[in-house]
Every structure is written in C-alpha cells, then in structure tokens.
C-alpha cells in the first residue's frame, strides 16, 4: 500500500555533506513512522536513524551527531541529512516505513522499502 523512492545519494568528499530524500506514496504518510538504514558492499544491512509519526528521533551510534533525519508531511517526504562524512559511510541507502507506532532499529518491523540510493565517500 505504501510506495518509497529514495534520491540524492552520489559521491562525496569525506567532510563533506548529502541530504538523501524519501518521497512516499499510498496511504496516509503522517500515519507511519519512517526509518533509514544502509549496507556496504559484504556486510549485514544496519540501522542508521528513525523517526516516529509523533517526531520522535533515534540514531545509530556511528551516526549519533553527524545525521538528522526529519520529515515534511506535506511533501510526503522523509529526509537524511547527512554531515561530517566519512568513508565508512560509503554504502547503499534504504529508506523504510512502519505500520507501527513505536520507534524501531530491526529491519524485520518495518513493513515498506525503497530500493536504495548509493552513497560514495571518498578520502
């Protein structure tokens, strides 16, 4: 019923900034709480941020003060943005949605996904 599409991942110098944006379609998008995750080339799929229907905000450590995520219902828009940059955050990115009301870092809650948006952080 929900439809995702992510935008804004390319390269990147490390230091630098990337604002990626999740456009959201289907049912009412205010009604669900919206997450990002990413996965490097070989390793499992992390959390990286969520952000619940209320507002409510949670990071992953290796985040934790470099990345905001945010939402704009009107636009039917969730965003990561993205500062201070390092290579290790080079990955594809996911963004996802939940039914559920409450903040969640397991992949298996969310019930939508987009399919990804790489991000490239070069030395």
């Known amino acids: 019923q929900v439809q995702l599409v992510e935008s804004g991942g390319g390269p990147v110098q490390a230091g630098g900034s990337l604002r990626l944006a999740c456009a959201a379609s289907g049912r009412t998008f205010s009604s669900y709480g919206m997450g990002w995750f990413r996965q490097a080339p070989g390793k499992e799929r992390e959390f990286v941020a969520t952000i619940s229907w209320s507002g409510e905000t949670y990071y992953g450590d290796s985040v934790k003060g470099r990345f905001t995520i945010f939402r704009d219902n009107v636009k039917n828009m969730s965003y990561l943005q993205m500062n201070s940059l390092k290579p290790e955050d080079t990955a594809v990115y996911y963004c996802?949605?939940?039914?559920?009301?409450?903040?969640?870092?397991?992949?298996?809650?969310?019930?939508?996904w987009g399919q990804g948006t790489h991000v490239t952080v070069s030395s």
């Open positions: 996802a949605a939940t039914n559920g009301w409450a903040l969640t870092t397991v992949r298996e809650e969310y019930d939508y």
